[in-house]
Protein backbone atom coordinates (compact mmCIF):
# COMPACT_ATOMS: atom_id res chain seq x y z
CA UNK A 1 0.00 0.00 0.00
CA UNK A 2 2.54 2.51 1.06
CA UNK A 3 4.59 1.17 -1.74
CA UNK A 4 1.96 2.03 -3.98
CA UNK A 5 1.66 5.68 -3.10
CA UNK A 6 5.12 6.10 -3.11
CA UNK A 7 4.67 5.11 -6.73
CA UNK A 8 1.58 7.36 -7.48
CA UNK A 9 3.64 10.44 -5.93
CA UNK A 10 6.67 10.22 -7.92
CA UNK A 11 5.05 9.33 -11.26
CA UNK A 12 3.01 12.51 -10.58
CA UNK A 13 6.26 13.99 -9.43
CA UNK A 14 7.55 13.40 -13.23
CA UNK A 15 4.84 14.32 -14.90
CA UNK A 16 4.36 17.65 -12.98
CA UNK A 17 8.01 18.37 -13.87
CA UNK A 18 7.68 16.94 -17.92
CA UNK A 19 5.14 19.60 -18.01
CA UNK A 20 7.52 22.36 -16.74
CA UNK A 21 9.96 21.47 -18.89
CA UNK A 22 7.55 21.57 -22.10
CA UNK A 23 6.14 24.63 -21.04
CA UNK A 24 9.95 25.99 -20.83
CA UNK A 25 10.82 24.47 -24.21
CA UNK A 26 9.71 27.41 -26.17
CA UNK A 27 12.57 30.56 -26.61
CA UNK A 28 10.62 33.97 -26.98
CA UNK A 29 12.79 36.08 -29.27
CA UNK A 30 12.03 40.09 -29.09
CA UNK A 31 12.87 41.53 -33.13
CA UNK A 32 12.48 44.17 -35.33
CA UNK A 33 11.83 42.74 -38.73
CA UNK A 34 13.20 45.37 -40.86
CA UNK A 35 16.48 45.09 -41.33
CA UNK A 36 17.96 43.17 -43.81
CA UNK A 37 19.45 41.04 -43.94
CA UNK A 38 19.37 40.52 -40.06
CA UNK A 39 16.27 40.18 -39.85
CA UNK A 40 13.09 40.54 -42.22
CA UNK A 41 9.94 39.46 -43.53
CA UNK A 42 9.73 37.46 -46.61
CA UNK A 43 7.76 39.42 -48.91
CA UNK A 44 6.09 36.24 -50.18
CA UNK A 45 6.15 33.25 -47.91
CA UNK A 46 5.46 35.93 -44.79
CA UNK A 47 8.14 34.30 -42.77
CA UNK A 48 10.76 35.79 -40.34
CA UNK A 49 14.25 35.56 -42.03
CA UNK A 50 17.58 36.99 -41.96
CA UNK A 51 21.13 35.66 -40.38
CA UNK A 52 19.32 36.45 -37.00
CA UNK A 53 16.28 34.45 -37.66
CA UNK A 54 18.67 31.59 -38.82
CA UNK A 55 20.86 32.14 -36.26
CA UNK A 56 18.53 32.02 -33.14
CA UNK A 57 16.63 29.12 -34.88
CA UNK A 58 20.00 26.96 -34.99
CA UNK A 59 20.81 28.06 -31.27
CA UNK A 60 17.36 26.87 -30.47
CA UNK A 61 17.52 23.86 -31.83
CA UNK A 62 20.70 22.80 -29.81
CA UNK A 63 19.59 24.02 -26.37
CA UNK A 64 16.26 21.67 -27.18
CA UNK A 65 14.18 24.77 -27.61
CA UNK A 66 11.63 26.06 -30.20
CA UNK A 67 11.71 29.71 -31.17
CA UNK A 68 8.50 32.05 -31.11
CA UNK A 69 9.72 35.41 -32.76
CA UNK A 70 7.85 38.65 -31.18
CA UNK A 71 8.27 41.24 -33.92
CA UNK A 72 8.26 44.84 -31.89
CA UNK A 73 9.16 48.59 -32.90
CA UNK A 74 13.17 49.18 -32.26
CA UNK A 75 12.07 51.91 -30.12
CA UNK A 76 10.63 50.09 -27.03
CA UNK A 77 12.59 46.68 -28.05
CA UNK A 78 14.41 46.72 -24.79
CA UNK A 79 11.79 47.38 -22.38
CA UNK A 80 9.87 44.81 -24.31
CA UNK A 81 12.91 42.41 -22.67
CA UNK A 82 12.06 43.95 -19.51
CA UNK A 83 8.88 43.26 -19.12
CA UNK A 84 9.17 39.93 -19.72
CA UNK A 85 7.48 40.23 -23.52
CA UNK A 86 10.14 38.03 -24.40
CA UNK A 87 13.37 36.05 -23.44
CA UNK A 88 15.67 37.36 -25.73
CA UNK A 89 16.67 39.86 -28.15
CA UNK A 90 18.61 38.96 -30.92
CA UNK A 91 18.63 42.18 -33.42
CA UNK A 92 21.47 43.15 -35.28
CA UNK A 93 21.73 44.82 -31.31
CA UNK A 94 24.99 46.70 -31.06
CA UNK A 95 26.86 45.74 -27.14
CA UNK A 96 26.66 49.31 -25.99
CA UNK A 97 28.09 50.34 -22.12
CA UNK A 98 24.29 52.16 -21.73
CA UNK A 99 22.30 49.07 -23.02
CA UNK A 100 24.67 46.91 -20.65
CA UNK A 101 23.61 48.59 -18.02
CA UNK A 102 19.85 47.39 -18.60
CA UNK A 103 20.96 44.03 -20.20
CA UNK A 104 22.85 40.85 -20.39
CA UNK A 105 24.71 40.18 -23.51
CA UNK A 106 25.83 36.73 -24.85
CA UNK A 107 29.49 36.78 -26.28
CA UNK A 108 29.66 38.68 -29.42
CA UNK A 109 28.41 37.17 -32.84
CA UNK A 110 29.14 39.53 -35.50
CA UNK A 111 31.52 42.24 -36.15
CA UNK A 112 30.75 45.85 -38.02
CA UNK A 113 30.60 49.37 -38.02
CA UNK A 114 28.43 51.85 -39.21
CA UNK A 115 28.80 53.41 -42.93
CA UNK A 116 27.72 56.60 -44.65
CA UNK A 117 25.40 55.73 -47.82
CA UNK A 118 24.52 58.56 -50.16
CA UNK A 119 22.84 58.89 -53.63
CA UNK A 120 25.50 57.27 -55.86
CA UNK A 121 26.23 60.39 -58.22
CA UNK A 122 27.11 62.40 -54.81
CA UNK A 123 30.38 63.51 -54.73
CA UNK A 124 30.02 65.84 -51.79
CA UNK A 125 30.28 63.01 -49.20
CA UNK A 126 33.19 60.94 -48.30
CA UNK A 127 33.95 61.20 -44.46
CA UNK A 128 31.88 61.78 -41.79
CA UNK A 129 33.04 65.28 -40.97
CA UNK A 130 31.56 66.05 -44.62
CA UNK A 131 27.93 65.84 -43.24
CA UNK A 132 28.68 68.97 -41.42
CA UNK A 133 25.78 70.62 -43.53
CA UNK A 134 23.51 67.73 -44.26
CA UNK A 135 20.82 66.34 -43.32
CA UNK A 136 21.71 62.52 -42.42
CA UNK A 137 18.49 60.15 -41.90
CA UNK A 138 18.66 57.36 -39.34
CA UNK A 139 16.31 54.67 -37.36
CA UNK A 140 15.78 56.45 -33.80
CA UNK A 141 17.56 55.04 -30.90
CA UNK A 142 20.14 52.85 -32.79
CA UNK A 143 24.16 53.07 -32.93
CA UNK A 144 23.70 54.88 -36.45
CA UNK A 145 21.80 57.48 -34.95
CA UNK A 146 23.81 58.12 -31.91
CA UNK A 147 26.60 58.28 -34.44
CA UNK A 148 25.25 60.64 -36.39
CA UNK A 149 24.54 62.95 -33.07
CA UNK A 150 28.21 62.74 -32.36
CA UNK A 151 28.85 64.41 -35.59
CA UNK A 152 29.07 68.26 -35.66
CA UNK A 153 27.84 70.82 -37.72
CA UNK A 154 24.89 67.88 -39.24
CA UNK A 155 21.68 70.37 -40.03
CA UNK A 156 19.45 67.79 -38.57
CA UNK A 157 19.45 64.36 -37.58
CA UNK A 158 16.06 63.23 -39.30
CA UNK A 159 14.63 60.25 -37.15
CA UNK A 160 12.52 56.99 -38.55
CA UNK A 161 10.89 54.20 -36.79
CA UNK A 162 12.33 51.90 -39.06
CA UNK A 163 15.65 51.59 -41.30
CA UNK A 164 14.03 51.16 -44.41
CA UNK A 165 12.30 54.89 -43.91
CA UNK A 166 16.05 56.08 -43.41
CA UNK A 167 16.49 54.69 -47.12
CA UNK A 168 13.47 56.17 -48.16
CA UNK A 169 13.74 59.32 -47.22
CA UNK A 170 17.51 59.53 -48.52
CA UNK A 171 16.21 58.18 -51.85
CA UNK A 172 13.00 61.04 -51.78
CA UNK A 173 15.74 63.67 -51.53
CA UNK A 174 14.60 64.60 -48.10
CA UNK A 175 17.99 63.32 -46.65
CA UNK A 176 21.45 63.81 -47.75
CA UNK A 177 22.89 60.22 -46.45
CA UNK A 178 21.83 57.72 -44.01
CA UNK A 179 24.29 56.74 -41.25
CA UNK A 180 23.32 52.47 -40.83
CA UNK A 181 25.18 49.31 -40.39
CA UNK A 182 27.33 48.21 -42.67
CA UNK A 183 25.82 44.93 -44.28
CA UNK A 184 22.24 46.73 -43.81
CA UNK A 185 23.94 49.24 -46.04
CA UNK A 186 25.29 46.84 -48.90
CA UNK A 187 21.81 44.91 -48.57
CA UNK A 188 19.88 47.93 -49.85
CA UNK A 189 22.67 48.90 -52.04
CA UNK A 190 22.65 45.29 -53.62
CA UNK A 191 18.40 45.61 -53.84
CA UNK A 192 18.67 48.91 -55.52
CA UNK A 193 21.82 48.79 -57.99
CA UNK A 194 22.81 52.27 -59.50
CA UNK A 195 20.58 54.44 -56.95
CA UNK A 196 22.76 54.48 -53.54
CA UNK A 197 26.69 54.34 -52.81
CA UNK A 198 28.53 53.81 -49.26
CA UNK A 199 31.22 55.85 -48.65
CA UNK A 200 34.55 55.58 -46.96
CA UNK A 201 34.87 52.66 -44.74
CA UNK A 202 33.00 51.97 -41.33
CA UNK A 203 33.53 54.50 -38.54
CA UNK A 204 32.49 53.04 -35.40
CA UNK A 205 33.52 49.41 -34.43
CA UNK A 206 30.58 47.81 -32.83
CA UNK A 207 29.30 43.81 -31.81
CA UNK A 208 26.41 42.01 -32.23
CA UNK A 209 25.20 40.65 -28.88
CA UNK A 210 22.05 38.78 -28.06
CA UNK A 211 20.27 40.52 -25.02
CA UNK A 212 18.66 38.61 -22.24
CA UNK A 213 17.42 40.23 -18.75
CA UNK A 214 20.11 40.18 -15.75
CA UNK A 215 20.23 37.29 -13.93
CA UNK A 216 18.95 34.93 -15.85
CA UNK A 217 22.67 33.02 -15.68
CA UNK A 218 21.51 29.28 -16.88
CA UNK A 219 20.16 31.26 -19.98
CA UNK A 220 23.04 32.98 -20.41
CA UNK A 221 25.31 30.67 -20.00
CA UNK A 222 22.94 27.74 -22.59
CA UNK A 223 23.40 30.95 -24.95
CA UNK A 224 26.79 31.23 -25.36
CA UNK A 225 27.08 27.52 -25.30
CA UNK A 226 24.93 26.87 -28.31
CA UNK A 227 26.36 30.03 -30.06
CA UNK A 228 29.88 28.27 -29.52
CA UNK A 229 28.43 25.18 -30.79
CA UNK A 230 27.19 26.71 -34.32
CA UNK A 231 30.83 28.42 -34.57
CA UNK A 232 32.70 25.52 -34.02
CA UNK A 233 30.68 22.87 -36.20
CA UNK A 234 30.51 25.19 -39.33
CA UNK A 235 26.76 26.27 -39.31
CA UNK A 236 28.12 30.01 -38.60
CA UNK A 237 30.34 29.97 -41.27
CA UNK A 238 27.12 28.25 -43.51
CA UNK A 239 24.61 30.86 -42.60
CA UNK A 240 27.44 34.01 -43.33
CA UNK A 241 27.62 32.52 -47.00
CA UNK A 242 23.63 32.17 -47.36
CA UNK A 243 22.22 35.19 -45.46
CA UNK A 244 25.88 37.53 -45.88
CA UNK A 245 27.71 36.98 -49.12
CA UNK A 246 24.25 35.96 -50.58
CA UNK A 247 25.88 32.68 -52.22
N1 LIG B 1 23.23 47.85 -34.58
C1 LIG B 1 22.40 48.99 -34.39
C2 LIG B 1 22.07 49.18 -32.93
O1 LIG B 1 22.26 48.32 -32.17
C3 LIG B 1 21.12 48.93 -35.20
C4 LIG B 1 20.25 47.77 -34.91
C5 LIG B 1 18.87 47.92 -35.49
N2 LIG B 1 18.23 46.63 -35.56
C6 LIG B 1 17.04 46.41 -36.10
N3 LIG B 1 16.61 45.19 -36.18
N4 LIG B 1 16.35 47.40 -36.58
O2 LIG B 1 21.60 50.20 -32.54
Given at each position: MRRGLIVLLLTLALVVSAAGAAAAQTLRVGVN????PFEYID????EYVGFDMALIREMAARMGMEVEIINTAWDGIIPGLLAGHYDVIISAMTITNERAQAVDFSDPYFATGQVIVVH??????????????KVVAVQIGTTGHFAAERI????SVDHYQFAPEAFLALKTGRADAVVVDELVAIQEIRANPGELKVVGQPFTVEYYGIALRKGREDLLRAINRALAQVRADGTYDELYRTWILGE
Open positions: AAFPDETGAGDDSIQTPADLAGEGVA
